[in-house]
Every structure is written in C-alpha cells, then in structure tokens.
C-alpha cells in the first residue's frame, strides 16, 4: 500500500502507469487532486536512468495533453543543480500555466518538502491570484501563518532514494486552466561537504506546432551530462 494517495513506489512501474498516476493529479481543474505526485525509483537507479526517465515522462503527458486537450507541453527549462538552501513558499518563475519536475538524487542531506494549495485558500478568501500575493504574501511571516492550513509536508521523502516529484505551478485561473501550489523546501541537515543534486525540468503549455525550446540533441545531453544546462534563451 502506498503511505499517500500521491506517492507511488514507483521502480517497477511502466512509463504508462507513471503517466496514468501523474496526469490527473498534476494537471488538475479542481480541488479534488492534490496537485502533484511524488515517485520513488528506489536506491538501485543511477542519475542517468532517473533524467532519462524525467524526459520519456515529459514526452508520455506531452502525448497525453494532445490527445486529450489539443495543448503541447514544452520545456521552459532543463537543467541539474547542488543546492541546500532552505526557501520560502512561492513558485517558480515560469508560465502562466507551468509544471516543475524535480528528479532527486541520493544525498546525504536531509531535506523536508511542503506544498501549498494557495488556490484554494485565495478561492475561500475571494481573492484574485494578483490580490493575494499583494496582501497575503507566504514570503512574509503572517502570510505564511495564514496559509498553514493549506499546507502538505510530502511524506516518504526519503533522501537515501531516487525520486521524481512533479507539480502545478500555475498561476492563472481562466476557463479550462489547471491550478498551481507554492513550494517550499527546509534542509533539515545541510552539510557543505556533501552535494545534494537535483534535477530540474520546468515544463509550460504551448500552442500545437510551436517550436519545442529543447531540441532532442540538448535532450540527451540532459540525460548523459552531469553538468548544468543552458536555459532555452542561452
């Protein structure tokens, strides 16, 4: 049995069923899904196998999106960074309908990740996406109180496994719009003499035949490079 309804023991699993889990909670319309999903590979993957896997995962929700809603889904990003900085809540930088995918790899920093439904809260409070960073910020202290409700800590995060975990990070609410979270991550035990990789791909909604900002050749070298990767705009 799973420990949450969004995780999933995932090493075994078929590229279809990581898409069929992912989908509906991730690209969700209405409250009733959480709006990500946590997947766990094990400690028997390789950092190689966990970015081809965040790749074929993009492309499998890209086909499902078309079939289903006629909308591409795109890189915005993709790249792999060390970082051990605790943050506050917010969202990326991105679209205004976007999706962080995150692949983490084994470290020995332990590390908390909370997500939160700030929708749903702005929603209660009738409050337009605009209105309520403008008057209830997370970045600041009564903010954040305010949004305590709202918030998941991610269980069976476990820093000794490969994981994915993909989310909502939109921030419009127009007809047919998926809703976003805020994110945070708190580093329970950093250490500046160990790494703590992580993986990152943020993924946005395009128009059909739009030029795909990643081409297949800077795809692989994702994959196969340990490096930092350049953002679509160089």
């Given at each position: ?27 969700r ?95 209660e ?43 909502n ?8 719009d ?57």
């Amino acid at each position: 049995m799973h420990p949450k309804p969004y995780h999933l023991q995932a090493a075994t699993e078929s590229l279809d069923s990581l898409i069929a889990f992912t989908y509906p909670k991730v690209f969700r319309q209405a409250f009733t899904q959480p709006g990500f999903a946590v997947l766990d590979f094990g400690a028997d993957y390789t950092p190689e196998k966990l970015r081809a896997t965040m790749v074929a995962l993009k492309n499998g929700l890209h086909a499902r999106l078309m079939s289903e809603r006629g909308i591409a889904l795109h890189y915005q990003w993709l790249g792999r960074f060390d970082q051990q900085e605790t943050t506050k809540f917010h969202r990326d930088n991105a679209a205004a309908q976007s999706f962080l995918m995150l692949g983490y790899e084994p470290t020995l920093v332990k590390s908390r990740l909370m997500l939160a439904d700030y929708f749903s809260y702005a929603r209660e409070k009738q409050l337009s996406e605009a209105d309520y960073f403008a008057f209830h910020n997370p970045m600041y202290v009564e903010g954040e109180q305010a949004l305590a409700p709202y918030v998941t800590e991610v269980e069976g995060f476990d820093a000794s496994t490969y994981r994915i975990v993909l989310f909502n990070n939109s921030c419009s609410t127009g007809a047919g719009d998926t809703l976003g979270l805020l994110h945070k991550a708190v580093m329970v035990t950093p250490d500046p003499t160990v790494s703590r990789f992580v993986n990152s791909a943020m993924l946005a909604f395009a128009a059909p035949g739009e030029v795909e900002g990643f081409s297949e050749e800077m795809q692989v070298a994702f994959v196969q490079s340990a490096n930092r990767m350049p953002n679509a705009n160089g």
